[in-house]
């Protein structure tokens, strides 16, 4: 049986900005490919819910991973959470706050 793994993203925290070109996605949907034979979907929204998830108050990044059996969920996650991690870290702008 199939299923999906969502993931919100969101593009404004408290540490500052999040900004992912399209490009930072090829190592984790060449993963997933390879290892799982899964299929990754990001989505930019407005702050709201879509695709019938929960709403997510600020402008965020959906991330949906699309599984051929739900055998792998725990593996992929596994597999997927450090990399993901790697790409928020590295395109956070931090804020710097102006000082008056």
């Known amino acids: 049986m199939s299923g999906t ?7 404004i925290t408290p540490a500052g900005s999040l900004d992912i070109p399209p490009s930072d996605w090829l190592s984790v949907r060449a993963l997933l490919a390879e290892q799982f034979g899964a299929s990754l979907r990001v989505h930019e929204h407005d702050a709201g819910a879509y695709h019938g998830n929960p709403p997510v108050p600020v402008p965020h990044y959906l991330v949906e991973i ?6 792998d969920v725990g593996r992929v ?3 997927v959470d450090p990399m993901i991690e790697e790409i928020i870290a590295r ?3 931090r804020e ?3 000082r008056r």
């Open 66 to 71: 699309t599984l051929n059996t739900e055998s």
């Open 91 to 93: 395109n956070t702008t």
């Open 96 to 98: 710097i706050a102006s």
């Open 77 to 79: 996650i596994d597999a």
């Open 5 to 11: 793994l969502s993931r919100a993203l969101p593009r």
